[in-house]
């Protein structure tokens, strides 16, 4: 997969907070380019052999820690990650694309153990609106390996309180996930588009369901607690499966989880056992390494006395060896084949892409028009607070003279200037919010600088 490389003129930015109203359903006018200098780069599933994907991959436990390595760089200011079984991405604020690229590279050759060479291809990366519009869709469900799953809202959300937590984030990419969240959110309100099978988890379940034709009266163990483990246990309850085991390396998270559905939590060390009794394994465990060698899988069938097994690995890296596909009795399904099956399922919900795309378009658009108005929130503050100042002065000025006046008068003569003064800062007001981030903008705004002699303000270019 190439790499998407989008520039901008523009890469001044200032704090201030703006109220951004709902978006309504409009026709598009043309915006300026987004103002906010924010890149993504990282590694999809989709598109990237699964060999280097699992090389990319990063545990809960992994993520601070990467975190502090991409914000100790020189052209960070702002970074996150977004790590699921489908993806692993690095936001960033920078106001060096090149630099933060390459600074994100040498964080994936540390991470994989590989030279860029060998992942080049297949590291997509993009900035400013192309980034927004990104991350817009992938909340939306529209570049997930199941269009619409609601899995991924909840991913996107912790990604962003891990940063957080880290210290690592700041105004801009809070603005940006937030809004990216209300995407989400708004896609599914509005369309169908996470009718039907809506999760890697789910998904898995129905593939399992479709590969052995009922799971009535089986008994299915599920690998792993995590949000997609959770998801699976109470899919497999709704398709009235016989019993449901549930495995982790915490032996209290397991036993809770299986008590919710009405199963059995096994010991991890009993693993093996209960194998050799179980119809389907799922698997979606955070490990960093294999959980079941191909010897493991080959001693469990020397004890089914050649009864079939199926076991479908979610998990990435994955939680099974893929040489385990070879032993006899054994059918090894992968995030690949889940991939493929989603697909053939995908007609229910095609026709909602294109209204979900409409949405993320204007999402992406009033995620602009809010970030250029915070460029000039302080430039338009100190306008506002410099001719306040002057109100003040002038009336404390002739308070001597307007000493005779009743307290209605004075409240009168208040009341009036202040309307004056907003009236007369209206106008350049709105002139300066519509035409923010944009060439003709910054000339306003040096025409404000000179023209209301705003020295203390940072300027927008």
């Keep these: 997969m190439s790499q998407t490389f989008v520039a901008t003129s523009d890469d001044s930015l200032y704090r201030g907070a703006v ?224 019993e449901v085991l549930v495995a982790n390396r915490t032996p209290q998270k397991a036993a809770q989880l299986a008590q919710q559905v009405g199963g059995r939590a096994v010991p991890i060390h009993e693993l093996p056992t209960a194998l050799q009794s179980v119809d389907v394994l799922l698997t979606a465990t955070s490990s960093d390494s294999v959980v079941l060698t191909r010897n493991d899988v080959e001693l469990v069938m020397a004890s089914r006395h050649g009864r079939q097994l199926l076991i479908v690995d979610t998990a990435m890296p994955r939680d099974v060896d893929p040489s385990a596909s070879r032993v006899a009795g054994v059918t090894l399904l992968d995030l690949g084949a889940i991939q493929e099956f989603v697909e053939r399922g995908l007609d229910s919900r095609r026709s909602e892409i294109q209204g979900v795309q409409a949405i993320v378009a204007q999402e992406c658009d009033r995620y602009t028009a809010c970030a250029t108005a915070r460029l000039v929130a302080p430039l338009i503050a100190s306008m506002h607070s410099k001719a306040e100042r002057t109100r003040a002065d002038e009336c404390a000025r002739f308070e001597s003279r307007l000493a005779d006046l009743s307290p209605e008068q004075h409240q009168a003569v208040e009341a009036l200037t202040r309307q004056l003064v907003a009236k007369l800062l209206h106008t350049p007001t709105v002139r300066l919010k519509e035409h923010a981030g944009t060439v003709r903008g910054n000339r306003m705004a040096d025409g404000a600088h000179a023209l209301f002699h705003l020295d203390e303000t940072p300027r927008l270019a």
């Design 19 to 242: 109220h951004c109203t709902p978006a309504v359903h409009q026709p598009r006018r043309p915006q300026p380019p987004c103002p906010t200098p924010v890149l993504v780069a990282g590694f999809k599933h989709r598109g990237t052999p699964l060999g280097i994907f699992e090389r990319m991959t990063l545990s809960a436990a992994e993520i601070p820690k990467a975190l502090r390595r991409l914000a100790s760089s020189a052209h960070m200011t702002e970074v996150a990650i977004l790590a699921t079984c489908n993806r692993t991405e690095v936001y960033a604020v920078s106001g060096n694309f090149h630099g933060a690229i390459s600074d994100i590279n040498r964080f994936f050759m540390e991470l994989s153990g590989l030279g860029h060479e060998e992942f080049t291809d297949h590291l997509f990366s993009a900035y400013n609106e192309t980034a927004v519009h990104h991350l817009f869709n992938v909340t939306a469900g529209l570049d997930s390996a199941v269009v619409g799953e609601t899995e991924i809202l909840g991913q996107v959300r912790m990604a962003f309180k891990a940063a957080a937590h880290g210290g690592v984030t700041g105004p801009h990419l809070s603005t940006l996930f937030r809004h990216a969240l209300e995407t989400g959110k708004r896609a599914r309100a509005e369309t169908s588009i996470s009718r039907g099978t809506a999760s890697v988890s789910h998904a898995a379940v129905e593939l399992a369901t479709n590969r052995i034709g009922s799971l009535s009266g089986r008994t299915v163990l599920v690998l792993g607690t995590g949000e997609i483990g959770v998801s699976m246990v109470h899919a497999l309850q709704r398709a009235r499966v016989g």
